[in-house]
C-alpha cells in the first residue's frame, strides 16, 4: 500500500476502532473503510489486518494496551507508530470525541505529518522492564508496609534509637515488645508479609545477577556516583538503549520529570516543582541513586555542595535537595552514555589568587 495510505487506531479493553485514511493526489485526505476488531477473536484481526499492504503506517495512541497490538503488527510487517497522549490530546482540542472520530483523527494526523510520535520501545526492552518495574513495585510496597509498623509504634507511645527498625536488633525489639491483642497480630502480620516481599526481592534480584548481561553502556553508568548494577539496567531500559533521539540532557531531564516548572504570574515568582508527566520509574531510579551517592564515603564534591547549600547544612528541605541532586545525576548520565567515557570527578575549584600587599 502507499505512503498516501495509513491506518488510525483507537484502543479499547476489549476492542478497537479501526479507520484506514487516504490522501488523494490533490492533498484531499478521506476515511475509505472503517472497521471494529474484537481482541478476543485474533484470527479475524489477522484476516483484516493481512489486507492491508506490508509497510502500512498505523498510527496509534500510547494508551494502556498498545504493546501487544504492536507486536501483532510486527508480526504482520505493518509499520505501528505510537503517539505522545497529551500531545495528541492538545491537537484534538475543541474537536468531536467519539470512537471513529479518534481513529479517523489519529490518521489524519499521521497522513498530514502532525502526527506527535513518541518512543515504541522494542519487545526486549518492554520484557526488561516488566521484571525491572516490578522490583520497584515490591520495594515500594514493603517501605509502605514498614511504615505501618512504625505508625503502630507511634499510636502505642513507643520510642526507639534503632537506625533500621527491620535489622536483626530492630526485629528482637519488635519480637519482644508488650502491646494490646490486636495491635500485637496486626504488627506481626506486617513482619511477615514484609519478610516475604523480602524473599521475593533476594530471589528476584539473584536472577538478575545471573541473567542481565552487562554491556559497555551499564558499565559506563556503573561508575557515576550512586547507580549500582540494577539501577544502572533500570536506567538503560527506561531511557531505551537509544539515547541518540534525546537531543540534550536537558530534554532528558524533562523526560525524567526532574527538571523544574515555573508558575510565575505578571511579577509574581512561583515556586519551583517538578512536574507529574514523565517517565515515573527512570525518575525514581534517578532519586535512589541521588540518595545512595549522599550516603556514600566518596560522594562529589560538588553534589554534597549541592544538598548542603540547598538543606541549609542539612536543617531543611531535603527532599527538594535529594531532587536537585538527582537531576545533576540525570545530567551525568546522558554526558557519559552520550560520550562513552567513564565518570571522573571533576577537578576542585581553582582559588582565586590572593592580592599583594
Given at each position: 500500500m502507499s505512503t498516501s495510505t495509513a491506518v488510525g487506531w483507537d484502543i479499547h479493553r476489549k476492542f478497537s476502532q479501526l479507520s484506514v485514511v487516504q490522501r488523494s493526489e490533490s492533498g484531499e485526505i478521506r476515511v475509505v473503510k472503517r472497521l471494529r476488531l474484537e481482541h478476543a477473536d485474533r484470527g479475524a484481526m489477522r484476516a483484516e489486518l493481512k489486507k492491508l499492504g506490508p509497510g502500512t503506517a498505523v498510527a496509534m495512541e500510547g494508551a494502556f494496551g498498545w504493546p501487544w497490538i504492536a507486536d501483532l503488527l510486527d508480526e504482520?510487517?505493518?509499520e505501528p507508530h505510537l503517539g505522545h497522549p497529551p500531545a495528541i490530546k492538545v491537537l484534538a482540542k475543541h474537536e468531536a470525541k467519539a470512537d471513529r472520530v479518534d481513529a479517523d483523527r489519529l490518521g489524519r494526523f499521521w497522513l498530514r505529518g502532525i502526527f506527535p510520535e513518541c518512543y515504541l520501545a522494542t519487545p526486549d526492552v518492554r520484557q526488561l522492564r516488566e521484571r525491572l518495574r516490578y522490583?520497584?513495585?515490591?520495594?515500594?510496597f514493603r517501605s509502605g508496609m514498614k511504615n505501618r509498623v512504625q505508625a503502630i509504634l507511634h499510636r502505642q507511645g513507643i520510642l526507639h534509637d534503632f537506625s533500621d527498625l527491620f535489622?536483626?536488633?530492630?526485629?528482637?525489639?519488635?519480637?519482644?515488645?508488650?502491646?494490646?491483642?490486636?495491635?500485637?497480630?496486626?504488627?506481626?502480620?506486617?513482619?511477615?508479609?514484609?519478610?516475604?516481599?523480602g524473599q521475593h526481592l533476594a530471589e528476584l534480584e539473584a536472577w538478575m545477577e545471573r541473567h542481565l548481561e552487562e554491556d559497555e553502556t551499564?558499565?559506563?553508568?556503573?561508575?557515576?556516583?550512586?547507580?549500582?548494577?540494577?539501577?544502572?539496567?533500570?536506567?538503560?531500559?527506561?531511557?531505551g538503549q537509544l539515547v541518540e533521539r534525546i537531543p540534550?540532557?536537558?530534554?532528558?531531564?524533562?523526560?525524567?520529570?526532574?527538571?523544574?516548572?515555573?508558575?510565575?504570574?505578571?511579577?509574581?515568582?512561583?515556586?519551583?516543582?517538578?512536574?507529574?508527566?514523565?517517565?515515573?520509574?527512570?525518575?525514581w531510579a534517578l532519586i535512589e541513586a541521588a540518595g545512595c551517592a549522599l550516603r556514600g564515603k566518596d560522594c562529589p564534591a560538588n553534589l554534597r555542595r549541592l544538598h548542603y547549600r540547598l538543606t541549609c547544612g542539612g536543617r531543611t528541605n531535603k527532599s527538594q535537595a535529594k531532587v536537585a541532586v538527582a537531576r545533576e545525576l540525570c545530567e551525568l548520565v546522558y554526558v557519559i552514555w552520550k560520550k562513552g567515557e567513564p565518570y571522573r570527578e571533576p577537578d576542585p575549584p581553582a582559588r582565586p589568587p590572593r592580592a599583594k600587599r
Open positions: 504482520l510487517e505493518l522490583r520497584q513495585a515490591l520495594v515500594r535489622g536483626q536488633g530492630g526485629r528482637a525489639f519488635l519480637a519482644d515488645l508488650a502491646l494490646p491483642e490486636a495491635s500485637r497480630e496486626v504488627l506481626d502480620g506486617w513482619l511477615a508479609q514484609i519478610d516475604l516481599i551499564t558499565r559506563l553508568l556503573k561508575t557515576i556516583p550512586g547507580i549500582g548494577p540494577i539501577l544502572a539496567h533500570v536506567i538503560q531500559a527506561e531511557i540534550s540532557r536537558r530534554h532528558l531531564t524533562s523526560y525524567a520529570g526532574l527538571a523544574p516548572l515555573a508558575d510565575d504570574s505578571a511579577e509574581r515568582r512561583g515556586k519551583r516543582h517538578i512536574g507529574k508527566a514523565c517517565n515515573r520509574t527512570l525518575r
